[in-house]
């Protein structure tokens, strides 16, 4: 069972910068799709972005392009997403998640099609 811990969440202002780690055990990470997703009350839970450790393919949501950056240390079994240009539209509860295997990456992502999820990391954009 692969068991996932996300951390680096806070509180930022508005143009600022986080880097949210998803340390993740339990499995040799081999063609799994990785993917970090948020919540926010009254939403339903959307895809941020992905990534592949079959050859590290990535997706991201058109609203984050170019602002954030997923990428993963095979050492320590460690994905991150770098946020830059922080908005208050991306305050929520960011999730990262596992799935295997990582075939059509962008239908999983894009459908949290998911089955191992951490516990949640909140991230407040302040204006």
């Known amino acids: 069972q692969v068991e996932l811990v996300e951390s680096g969440g806070g509180l930022v202002q508005s143009g600022g910068s986080l880097r949210l780690s998803c340390a993740v055990s339990?499995?040799?990470?081999?063609?799994?799709?990785i993917g970090w997703f948020r919540e926010t009350p009254g939403k339903e839970r959307e895809g941020v972005s992905c990534?592949?450790?079959?050859?590290?393919?990535?997706w991201y949501r058109e609203s984050v392009k170019g602002r954030f950056t997923i990428s993963r240390d095979s050492a320590k079994n460690t994905v991150y997403l770098q946020m830059n240009n922080l908005k208050p539209e991306d305050t929520a509860v960011y999730y990262c998640?596992?799935?295997?295997?990582?075939?059509?990456?962008?239908?999983?992502?894009?459908?949290?099609?998911?089955?191992?999820w951490g516990q949640g990391t909140q991230v407040t954009v302040s204006s």
């Open positions: 998640a596992a799935e295997w295997p990582a075939i059509r990456l962008e239908r999983l992502c894009r459908r949290a099609e998911f089955d191992s």
């Open positions: 339990g499995r040799t990470l081999e063609n799994y799709a």
């Open positions: 990534i592949s450790t079959n050859d590290d393919s990535t």
